[in-house]
């Protein structure tokens, strides 16, 4: 497609660039206008008719947003504001350079502008952050045909026509309705007899993620949000819902490895700001290490008359560790889907301990048929090695699934970090183990 | 509410619990019967109307279903399966036990069933596998209000009926039309002129996760399926996308962590289970581990002669992993949301070696002045670890990014076991440099 349009533009085919371009998806128009340089980019975007402009323009990269803004005159960078939704207007504002947002203010209608203040109040992971106002408001005293007549009137985007909510004088939440009930209703029936009453909706200010959850939970294409006096402020839709769950499982895997999250994609990331957030986790890491230095520092008697204990540091380390993430993996993700609460703690810990008794028994078998072979038929060494991973799963399961929970219980995130501090903690124990059975079994 | 329930049930107010139950959101049923003791919940189940009690049913736990249809009559077996969706009724089949199986397909007619054998053959990660046929089926000759009598009379589930689908003779698709299209149309236009010809869909073959992908990035409610004749089958829905999202993180987080993925919940998975699915790479992890200790007892004199270097090991060996896991994260997680792509291969990697030499460095000037101070003012083993220390995470970051996209490329999976095998590898490399620098510059 690149090359097809690019062949256009050479030949200043400026009519057929316009027509190929809106028979495609406006999604994958912002995604072809990548492709191009700058200066291309923005000679093909200025083709898209106004509306389809602005959607295309919705869905570009930051980066390529601001060289358009930067490129355009005021009469069409209005023309693109206008047709934008709220929402994505505030989050436009909200990541464009000081320069480029007083531009696009001046370029907003007052009405919008004031809108725009009221929503960047909103605090960042709030759901007040992730509304919209594009919804259909009725009254419960409307009938059937004058609530189809509203809809059409006030037409807006598809996702938000089909649930529509009644408000009282004061704009308080009564009722839902959707289109299909409606539709199967008879002509002469109000609002008010068919709305369901029974409202699944949020307050501005809860948790996005919570939100999220309960799209999930209820399979909700919309929300509704209320303020304190349960006026209706905005909905949220389904797809900023899914948004939000993978932004938030995103966040979990970075958080899980030791990165400080981010909401840039990997690529448009700056060198040194990556560098940011890795160092400071990386940095605490190494000083816990050190205590496990002077654990082996402690026992230095101990290898420096048997050296072969030493060649088995990496395994019981490196087992305790995948031990330990594999446990708190599991619980993590089965706290953030809800599968597991906090009243479960008890039952988690007997789960994990279970296994390992399983696991460790295998993994200990195997190690001792494997070091008594291949190690001079040893068997103080291949008893120590073998007893020390035992007790290393049981510890290292055991703190993979205490420490998320305990975590949690303490109003603490249970996934920053959680692989690596795990396995720092396990390092420590695995080798006190390891060396005191050592000099106990080998009597050194 | 489980309390108030409770009492009702005690003072056999049957009809205030069911008018009760009615109030609620079936989720919210289904979640409370939970709270219920076997014989309680069934007893509460059987209050529902038939509609609700499908729904609830639809919405509970595998083993909850189970206790559910060993417990009811024939009879009301067959009203539940009559109002559950399609694709419903196939997830039950396929979780269920033969004799259960049996008794479900006993009491299904016999149309529903020839439907079910068909949507059985689908693959189990395909479209095929996750879609419904529920969906609304307009022709191009259509007037407005002939497809509003049709949308009327048909009437499926609210998701289903606000895109609907335009089919010829052969039940080709031919063009997708919402309600929204059909309310703001005039009364004498027809399907044809005002269906959009340019449809996003899927085969039934496609993979579950390209599904979930494109409900991501085309903001779509509903996607429909065809078969290879573009014959429309089905229609999946964006709650099932959410559900496959989810699906495939949890699956990413636990192939990272070295555990083979299930779709069991924890609490419900058994512990002999739990540890099949992880003994298997812990073994394959453990022996790999030994390699590294093949290498420290090759280097047995080295440490002999200055034990203070086995101290360093485990600060090395962590840093190093952690490193690892970091870019691996970040890099799996890249091309998870489609932002890394396998030809940005060279700008990955030098991405993460410019971060690693910034990293790097800061580690290491840490390191090199802390050994100073507190290890006796010894600048050469200071400045041993420190510059394997740099080294380490270089090589870390390096093999953290490429090996993930070097998998993808040979058409492996990039999240399996990521971070456990990055950290054996990086741990070999790790003390391989440690030691040869260590000989070198302490000059044993």
Redesign the interface.
Known sequence: MYEKIKEMLENRKFLSIRQQLC???M?DVATLLEEFDEDDALRVFRLLPKEEASEVFSYMPKDKQQSIVEAITDRELSGIIDELFLDDTVDLIEEMPANVVKRLLKNTSQEKRKLINRFLQYEEDSAGSIMTIEFVDLKKEMTVPEA?AH??KT?VD??T??TCYATDANRVLEGVV???DL??AEEGQKVGDIMDT?I?FAYTDDDKEDVAKK?????L?SLPVVDKERRLVGIIT??D???V??EE??E???K????TPSDE???KTR??D??KH??L???L???S??F???I??GF?NA??VV??L??????L???G???G??S???????MA?G??RGR?VF??WW?EV??AV??GA??AA??IA?IYLFNGHNIKLACTVSFSLYATVIIAQSIGCLLPIGAKKLGLDPAVAA??II??IV?AFA?TVYFSIAKMVIGI
Chains 1, 2 share one sequence.
């Open positions: 028979d495609m998806n999604v189809f809809i059409r037409g598809k996702e026509i089909y959707t289109v299909k539709l199967l029974n699944i799209f999930h939970r209820y399979d294409m389904f797809d819902a899914i948004d769950i993978q499982n995103t979990d895997f970075e899980m490895a030791a990165i994609p990997y690529l060198v040194i990556h560098a890795r160092v986790w990386l940095l890491l190494m000083v290490a050190t496990t230095g002077a082996i520092t230095e290898f420096t050296p072969a030493v060649a088995f540091i990496p395994m380390m490196d087992t560790g995948n031990c993430s594999q708190s993996t599991l619980i993590i993700r089965g889907l599968q597991i479960d039952k988690v789960h279970s296994v399983i696991i295998v993994l195997f190690n494997r692989a690596p396995t720092t390092d080798l």
